[in-house]
C-alpha cells in the first residue's frame, strides 16, 4: 500500500516561512509527478507545485517566486518550502503522487493546515 503523510504546517504571521513535508511509503523514484495542492474553506482545491520524476519543478502563478518544491531521495520525502506567506495562502496542504508502474491510481495525503494571519 502507498502512503503519503504530510507535516510542518502550522500558524504564522504573513510574511512567514513554513517547510512542508510529504514522507512516502517508498523510494520517491517509482512516482510519476508529485505534487502538492492546496484547499481553503470554500474554494476548490488547486494545484501549488509540481516536480517530475526527472527533477524539473512547475508553479501556480500565485506562488511563484515564494515557494520552492524539493526532494530528498535519501529520505524518501518531498518538501515544499513556502516563504513570504500571505493571508491568502491559508488551507489545507495535500501531497499528491502515483506510481510510474500504476499511473491511474492517485495517492493522496492526509493533508496538513497552514494558516497565515495578517
Known amino acids: 500500500q502507498v502512503q503519503l503523510v504530510e507535516s510542518g504546517g502550522g500558524a504564522v504571521q504573513a510574511g512567514g516561512s513554513l517547510r512542508l513535508s510529504c514522507a512516502t511509503s517508498?523510494?520517491?523514484?517509482?512516482?510519476?509527478?508529485m505534487d502538492w495542492y492546496r484547499q481553503a474553506p470554500g474554494k476548490q482545491r488547486e494545484l501549488v507545485a509540481a516536480?517530475?520524476?526527472?527533477?524539473?519543478?512547475d508553479y501556480a502563478d500565485s506562488v511563484k517566486g515564494r515557494f520552492t518544491i524539493s526532494r530528498d531521495n535519501a529520505k524518501n520525502t518531498v518538501y515544499l518550502q513556502m516563504n513570504s506567506l500571505k493571508p491568502e495562502d491559508t488551507a489545507v496542504y495535500y501531497c499528491k503522487g502515483s506510481l510510474i508502474v500504476i499511473p491511474w491510481e492517485d495517492y493522496w495525503g492526509q493533508g496538513t493546515q497552514v494558516t497565515v494571519s495578517s
Open positions: 517508498r523510494s520517491i523514484l517509482s512516482f510519476n509527478t
Open positions: 516536480i517530475t520524476a526527472g527533477g524539473i519543478t
